[in-house]
């Protein structure tokens, strides 16, 4: 029996896919979304915002973990496919449900959100293709991307629901703004730097004032839209 059969055999006798600990903030963050996902359902939206930030955390550093592990090139590709399956869930469907439901589940916000989250789909499986085919080439990290990425909703929208539950942004139409604005951004050539660990750094710090200011203003008693 060939060495290739061998692993078939193996892989047959457990579980499918991987569950080491290069995956486990992957997982988490798509869980993490899926809670985002009930919370808009029920009209929660600081519940939900909350559920994007820590979604967001947790891809901002699910690479890093999985680096930190000599990996078989299955592996590899598992860790490629399962970030952006994620990714979709996180940083698509969440934010699209989100604008779709505190827009007041208007027809012409549905094909806004309908679009952005095509767009998330398109960038990310485009991703998926441009990173194979660059992890076959060579063993370097990645130094930036093609189109905005899409978990800088993580961070936007929940800035958007800042000033919108302070009126300093009046009105719904904000959300459907800011999924135009970034959708495009999701398709558009832009080579954009990947950032380092100071880049890292500041937008966790920028997370954490965001969650910090929302847990005051709900412990205040502030009417939280």
Same mark, same amino acid.
């Given at each position: 029996?060939? +060495?290739?059969?061998?692993?078939?055999?193996?892989?047959?006798?457990?579980?499918?896919?991987?569950?080491?600990?290069?995956?486990?903030?992957?997982?988490?963050?798509?869980?993490?979304?899926?809670?985002? &996902?009930?919370?808009?359902? +029920?009209?929660?939206?600081?519940?939900?915002?909350?559920?994007?930030?820590?979604?967001? &955390?947790?891809?901002?550093?699910?690479?890093?973990?999985?680096?930190?592990?000599?990996?078989?090139?299955?592996? +590899?590709?598992?860790?490629?496919?399962?970030?952006?399956?994620?990714?979709?869930?996180?940083?698509?469907?969440?934010?699209?449900?989100?604008?779709?439901?505190?827009?007041?589940?208007?027809?012409?916000?549905?094909?806004?959100?309908?679009?952005?989250?095509?767009?998330?789909? &398109?960038?990310?499986?485009?991703?998926?293709?441009?990173?194979?085919?660059?992890?076959?080439?060579?063993?370097?990290?990645?130094?930036?991307?093609?189109?905005?990425?899409?978990?800088?909703?993580?961070?936007?929208?929940?800035?958007?629901?800042?000033?919108?539950?302070?009126?300093?942004?009046?009105?719904? /139409?904000?959300?459907? /703004?800011?999924?135009?604005?970034?959708?495009?951004?999701?398709?558009?050539?832009?080579?954009?730097?990947?950032?380092?660990?100071?880049?890292?750094?500041?937008?966790?710090?920028?997370?954490?004032?965001?969650?910090?200011?929302?847990?005051?203003?709900?412990?205040?008693?502030?009417?939280?839209?």
């Amino acid at each position: 029996m060939s +060495k290739t059969e061998e692993g078939e055999q193996k892989m047959k006798k457990k579980l499918l896919g991987y569950y080491d600990y290069t995956v486990i903030l992957t997982y988490c963050g798509m869980l993490f979304a899926f809670c985002g &996902i009930l919370q808009v359902i +029920k009209g929660a939206y600081w519940d939900a915002v909350l559920s994007l930030m820590l979604a967001g &955390i947790c891809d901002m550093f699910d690479g890093a973990v999985a680096s930190t592990k000599d990996r078989d090139q299955n592996e +590899k590709r598992f860790g490629i496919q399962i970030d952006s399956l994620s990714d979709l869930v996180s940083f698509g469907i969440l934010p699209g449900l989100f604008v779709y439901m505190i827009s007041g589940q208007n027809a012409v916000v549905g094909i806004i959100s309908a679009l952005f989250v095509l767009s998330a789909l &398109i960038r990310l499986a485009y991703f998926n293709v441009l990173e194979e085919e660059r992890q076959n080439r060579t063993e370097e990290k990645r130094k930036s991307y093609l189109g905005i990425p899409v978990t800088n909703i993580a961070i936007l929208l929940p800035a958007c629901y800042l000033l919108f539950s302070h009126r300093l942004l009046r009105h719904v /139409i904000c959300f459907p /703004i800011l999924l135009e604005l970034l959708g495009a951004g999701f398709l558009l050539p832009i080579e954009i730097k990947k950032p380092g660990v100071a880049g890292k750094i500041a937008i966790v710090l920028a997370g954490i004032l965001e969650a910090a200011f929302m847990i005051f203003i709900y412990g205040m008693g502030y009417n939280v839209r």
